[in-house]
């Protein structure tokens, strides 16, 4: 248990649905953050969030939506969404350099 | 953007060896954090490095960031089979804020009992 929650774990989703992810820290941490890990690369920053204000879009496609609506909580909406984009979404948190990842969502985009 | 050469890809060693993996980077970091992965989970943090040259264990983990900060080295001593899983590095450099981390593309290590 990390402190940081994310749900659902799996998600199969159509190119034409819409879903949301979600993320909970139970860690006061200010900086939220969404990463994507695909197989063979690197995890892949997305979005940087700090006290709720978004400090860094790392070129994402609009496709993927992030709400951060406090500290605590952060979302991703997801529509139209292609099948290259399945993958492994990864939540964390930080409060300096150390991030705490969440046990992330199996997302398959059919 | 930053890289972050990470090796090697995979190891195979038999439960009870010593393991080491390295990564290298064209860019100094300011703090290295070296976490560990299993399958279906999250990373989770193993060491984080602040100081150049600074060593820092955790049990049967050392790990230490390089004098120019432009590298870092995890040694896993006397391994055993929970030790599977693969392993990434991260740095987050000088002219960062946010505290955003560049990370490595890992090391798979399997043990053998």
């Known amino acids: 248990e990390t402190g940081v929650t994310q749900t659902p774990r799996h998600l199969v989703m159509g190119m034409t649905n819409k879903k949301s992810l979600k993320c909970e820290q139970h860690?006061?941490?200010?900086?939220m953050y969404w990463y994507k890990q695909s197989a063979k690369k690197p995890l892949e920053l997305m979005f940087v969030?700090?006290?709720?204000?978004?400090?860094e879009n790392n070129s994402v496609p609009s496709r993927f939506s992030p709400e951060c609506p406090n500290s605590s909580h952060l979302f991703l909406h997801l529509h139209t969404l292609q099948p290259e984009d399945s993958a492994l979404y990864l939540c964390?948190?930080?409060?300096?350099?150390?991030?705490?990842f969440g046990q992330g969502t199996r997302l398959t985009v059919v | 953007g930053q890289q972050l050469n990470q090796s090697p890809q995979s190891m195979f060693i038999q439960e009870g060896e010593d393991v080491s993996m390295n990564c290298t980077s064209s860019?100094?970091?300011?703090?290295w954090l070296w976490y560990k992965q299993e399958p279906g989970e999250g990373p989770v943090l193993l060491i984080a490095?602040?100081?150049?040259?600074e060593l820092t264990s955790n049990g049967r983990l050392t790990a230490q960031f390089g004098i120019t900060r432009k590298d870092s080295f995890l040694n896993i001593s006397a391994s055993i089979p929970s030790d599977v899983g693969i392993y990434f590095c991260?740095?987050?450099?000088?002219?960062?804020?946010?505290?955003?981390?560049?990370f490595g593309k890992g090391t798979l290590l399997t043990v053998n009992p």
């Open positions: 969030y700090n006290f709720k204000e978004q400090t």
């Open positions: 991260a740095g987050q450099d000088s002219g960062g804020s946010n505290y955003k981390l560049t």
């Open positions: 860690l006061g941490h200010n900086a």
């Open positions: 964390a948190s930080s409060q300096g350099p150390r991030a705490f």
């Open positions: 490095l602040y100081k150049a040259g």
């Open positions: 860019s100094i970091f300011n703090t």
